[in-house]
């Protein structure tokens, strides 16, 4: 296993994470247990959830796997802050320190442990002072509930201003980013990815298989399998990535991914995995089977040759479908 400091920390994390977004609704919680054992015994030592993932769910099945299986102390445990935990509380959203602290306690009793290894904010707020933000999460690091900050879906300026006014304050500054980024969608690598090889942040791209677009189960005839993520959705959104110009691609991935004998996910993800600045591209499967395909990635090699293929598919900087959006206004929190 190939282990990769987080950012600048030296915190040793595995080329993939466990995302586990589904555990406690699609996935049942027993399966949820038995895919944590199954990753941790394939080396995966990151575990990635939300407070918000299934309104705290999501934690508490993930605490009960490492409480069953007793190996918390080997994991680096993230969770994320920021959205809304009840809907009659207008302070039970956002990046302010009320939330944010109240948050991390509910956070750690759900996961039942008494330190949270990173504590990312889920998105911007552009209507509230970065130092409000920083400055609660130093406290918490000096509390010792939690190890590291980092970020999710922030811009390189805002990034950047964060770290200004960290060094001028005194915090402690994020350590990592976590933003989407996949073959569909690479607006990252413009600004976003050079910052943070320049300034020591992790990289932790999520939705790396475009929420399951770069598996080869959508088709361009249209019709979209039932159960599936983009079965409940419409509008410009679930249109854009059943544009023809976006088949194209798939379907050619599809092609490069049979000629290296593996499956079109585990080519997305190993590509995503060995793109340069990439720390650890999380994955969030559903059932044992996807898991077990999401880890053959890891033995995926991905040739400077594939990389030029993919390059004349769809050019670095290039974005096909809407991911990674440039309004990180106060409103801006989509579900993909």
């Not at 959205?83 to 109240?102: E, W, Y």
């Not at 750690?108 to 998105?123: G, N, P, S, T």
């Not at 350590?175 to 910052?195: A, G, K, N, S, T």
């Amino acid at each position: 296993m190939e282990y990769r400091s987080l950012g600048r920390t030296g915190c040793k994390v595995s080329p993939l994470c466990l995302g586990t977004m589904l555990f406690g609704d699609d996935t049942p919680a027993e399966d949820a247990w038995e895919m944590v054992d199954r990753a941790l015994d394939a080396g995966i030592n990151f575990l990635d959830t939300a407070n918000v993932y299934n309104r705290g769910v999501s934690e508490q099945v993930l605490g009960q796997a490492l409480k069953r299986n007793g190996r918390r102390d080997e994991i680096i445990l993230a969770t994320k802050v920021h959205g809304t935990m009840d809907p009659d509380d207008p302070n039970a959203k956002g990046n302010h320190r009320q939330h944010l602290i109240s948050q991390c306690e509910a956070s750690l009793q759900r996961l039942e442990v008494d330190h949270i290894d990173l504590y990312q904010i889920h998105r911007p707020d552009s209507s509230l002072p970065i130092d409000e933000t920083l400055g609660a999460l130093d406290d918490l690091i000096r509390q010792g509930k939690v190890r590291y900050a980092g970020t999710s879906t922030f811009s390189a300026w805002q990034l950047m201003e964060s770290i200004w006014v960290a060094r001028e304050l005194g915090l402690n500054r994020f350590v990592c980013e976590q933003p989407p980024y996949h073959l569909l969608d690479r607006r990252v690598e413009r600004e976003l990815i050079p910052f943070a090889q320049s300034y020591g942040f992790g990289i932790i791209p999520w939705s790396p298989l475009a929420g399951g677009f770069l598996t080869g189960k959508y088709r361009r005839d249209g019709e979209v399998p039932e159960g599936t993520r983009f079965a409940e959705r419409s509008g410009e959104r679930k249109e854009k990535h059943f544009e023809d110009r976006v088949f194209d691609v798939i379907e050619r991935i599809e092609q490069i991914a049979e000629e290296k004998g593996c499956s079109m996910a585990q080519f997305s993800l190993a590509w995503v995995m060995h793109q340069p600045g990439v720390t650890s591209p999380i994955i969030g499967p559903r059932t044992m089977e996807q898991l077990e395909d999401n880890l053959g990635a890891m033995e995926v090699e991905v040739t400077e040759d594939d990389r030029a293929r993919i390059d004349e598919l769809i050019d670095p900087g290039e974005g096909l479908v809407p991911y990674y959006e440039a309004d990180f206004g106060p409103s801006q929190w989509t579900w993909l």
